[in-house]
């Protein structure tokens, strides 16, 4: 048996040790919003928070979390405790960030762990830390402006005009050519 608070709320898991995360999650749990992408750490559409850090879901074994703090996509809430309200996800609502929205769980766990660490990123940090979230859809130019929004509407300012929907379209994520790949 093994323990784990998952989105605050303490779970037993009686497992193989070994069972990925990601798939304790899915079948065990009922907790559909971590997506299976690649199977093998690469995509990120795994990405669920290790005690508020991002990590890979599909390449962690279950035995590897016990006694941990586990947060999910159906977890990220804001800092009132609203479930699905967090800055970072009505910053996606807002810029209208997903298409078919597969990634996106993994893209908004990702960017709500650094906007953890680092409050007020630069383009440089964002570009660096999503760099391992691929998503097939390429709305990276949306995904950059809504965690720039996020994160100045989580420190309680006001977004500036460079954050709103109508400029999001000249900001440049990802882009291969520049990133040396």
């Given at each position: 048996?093994?323990?784990?608070?998952?989105?605050?709320?303490?779970?037993?898991?009686?497992?193989?040790?070994q069972?990925p995360?990601?798939y304790?999650?899915?079948?065990?749990?009922?907790?559909?919003?971590?997506?299976?992408?690649?199977?093998?750490?690469?995509?990120?559409?795994?990405?669920?928070?290790l005690?508020?850090?991002?990590?890979?879901?599909c390449i962690?074994?279950?035995?590897?979390?016990?006694?941990?703090?586990?947060?999910t996509?159906e977890?990220?809430?804001?800092?009132?405790?609203r479930?699905?309200?967090?800055s970072?996800?009505v910053?996606?609502?807002?810029?209208?960030?997903?298409q078919?929205?597969y990634?996106?769980?993994?893209?908004m766990m990702?960017a709500?762990a650094?906007?953890k660490?680092t409050?007020?990123?630069t383009d440089?940090?964002?570009?660096e830390h999503?760099?391992?979230?691929?998503?097939?859809?390429?709305?990276y130019?949306?995904?950059?402006?809504?965690?720039k929004?996020?994160?100045?509407?989580s420190s309680g300012?006001?977004l500036?005009?460079?954050?709103?929907?109508v400029?999001k379209?000249?900001?440049?994520?990802?882009d291969?050519?520049?990133?040396?790949?």
């Open positions: 048996m093994i323990k784990i608070t998952l989105n605050n709320k303490p779970v037993e898991l009686d497992v193989d040790p069972m995360l990601l304790a999650l899915r079948d065990e749990l009922k907790l559909t919003g971590t997506k299976f992408g690649c199977g093998a750490g690469q995509c990120g559409a795994c990405t669920v928070h005690n508020g850090t991002a990590i890979r879901s962690t074994p279950v035995s590897a979390i016990a006694e941990q703090a586990i947060t996509i977890g990220l809430a804001d800092s009132k405790g479930l699905g309200e967090s970072v996800q910053a996606w609502r807002e810029f209208k960030v997903p078919c929205g990634c996106q769980s993994g893209q990702s709500a650094l906007l660490v409050p007020q990123p440089e940090q964002i570009i999503m760099q391992g979230n691929i998503c097939r859809c390429g709305t130019k949306r995904i950059k402006a809504a965690i929004s996020a994160a100045a509407h300012s006001d500036s005009a460079s954050h709103s929907p400029s379209n000249g900001v440049e994520i990802f291969a050519s520049k990133q040396g790949a």
